[in-house]
């Protein structure tokens, strides 16, 4: 018996998935549909006969959204993030959420920093008015731009989170003589993080002491909205603020607020709490915000090898092989008291608790 995938895509007309990609999904002989979704409903209308659903960001995979797919037995997410997909209501319905933890942690590093030189250095406005000349005939445009740039020697730089990216993050700013980097993070140890030449310091300590702060957590309850107003009130006036990571730990209106009245200095976001960010939203009226639309994870190696790894956690979890990423590994309980129970859910699927090698 077939069984049948589904890839969503949040809009319609998009270049659909890699190649790549569905060639895995092909050659395993699944039933493959590429739907564009934009809400709930559209989600559902997808899902009904699917067995996976391999999701992006937007639209959330919700509690409603799983409990009206009875078939379904894997969502999955590429990359490590999974904060769009309700894990609770995954795991009591006893589907399982995977994602590829690791495959995007260079490219999101590299982002950071170069939002970061990007502010430092004024390439884009310094290459705009080169460009048109004024270097030759008018540089007077050329010195507010010149007038901004920073030197990153000597400054402190603080990490929020210090899993892979993090990690990643603090090896490529090594190089530009910080004169320390400290970071945030309550699940880390002083001794993983003294592999790195990091000190694990509080919240408080991070945003008063940094002179360039970057984000690297993924969202959580605990961490909704972490950075507010009263948070960009307790920093620098010079400080340089930077989120690869997820929108919501950030309060979008708190930080167009501490932009446009010199709360802050600058920012570099690649995310937004709701994406896409509308084209009226206050952040796009500050002049000291460079922003970019979520594409920090992506390059010629992700789409390729990213995109695979998506896909063969799709064939593996429907054929009992070893998987990318298991993001709730409880749901292997759930999944044994279901069988228990006689549903059927997972007939004709190799079991994910005995015969499975989740890594």
């Known amino acids: 018996m077939s069984h049948k995938v589904v890839i969503t895509q949040s809009t319609a007309g998009r270049s659909g998935p890699p190649q790549t990609m569905l060639d895995v999904l092909n050659e395993a002989g699944l039933e493959v549909e590429v739907v564009a979704c934009g809400n709930e409903n559209d989600m559902i209308s997808a899902g009904k006969d699917a067995d996976v659903m391999l999701v992006g960001t937007v639209p959330h995979t919700t509690r409603k ?28 319905l006893g589907i399982c959420v995977t994602n590829t933890p690791g495959i995007n942690t260079s490219e999101v590093a590299d982002h950071a920093m170069a939002m970061l030189l990007t502010i430092t250095r004024q390439v884009p406005e310094l290459n705009k008015y080169t460009k048109e000349g004024a270097w030759s ?7 507010p731009a010149r007038n901004r740039l920073r030197r990153i020697a000597g400054t402190t730089v603080g990490i929020y989170g210090f899993g892979n990216i993090g990690r990643a993050f603090s090896n490529r700013i090594k190089g530009f003589g910080p004169e320390k980097i400290i970071a945030h993070d309550p699940y880390i140890p002083q001794s993983v ?9 509080s919240f408080d300590e991070l945003i008063s002491q940094s002179d360039i702060i970057t984000v690297h957590s993924p969202a959580t309850a605990e961490n909704n909205h972490a950075f507010n107003l009263d ?9 340089i603020f930077i989120n690869c990571a997820r929108g919501p730990i950030v309060n979008e209106s708190d930080l167009a607020h501490a932009l446009n009245n010199d709360i802050i200095y600058s920012a570099g976001i690649d995310v937004t709490e709701i994406e896409p960010l509308d084209a009226e939203s206050p952040l796009l009226k500050s002049d000291n915000l460079f922003i970019t639309p979520h594409y920090a994870g992506g390059s010629d190696f992700t789409a390729s090898e990213g995109s695979k790894r998506w896909a063969q956690n799709a064939v593996n979890i429907l054929t009992g092989q070893k998987l990318w990423g298991l993001a709730n590994p409880d749901v292997k309980r759930v999944i044994t008291i279901m069988r228990t129970n006689g549903s059927n859910k997972w007939d004709n699927i190799p079991d994910p608790v005995t015969d499975f090698d989740f890594m």
């Open 65 to 92: 959204v799983l409990e009206s797919l009875p078939k379904l037995k894997m969502v999955g997410r590429s990359g490590v993030g999974v904060d769009s997909i309700d894990l609770e209501a995954a795991t009591e």
């Open 137 to 143: 005939d008018d540089p007077s445009k050329l010195m």
């Open 193 to 201: 993080a003294d592999l790195y030449g990091v000190k694990l310091v």
């Open 231 to 239: 948070a960009f009130s307790k920093m620098k006036d010079n400080v």
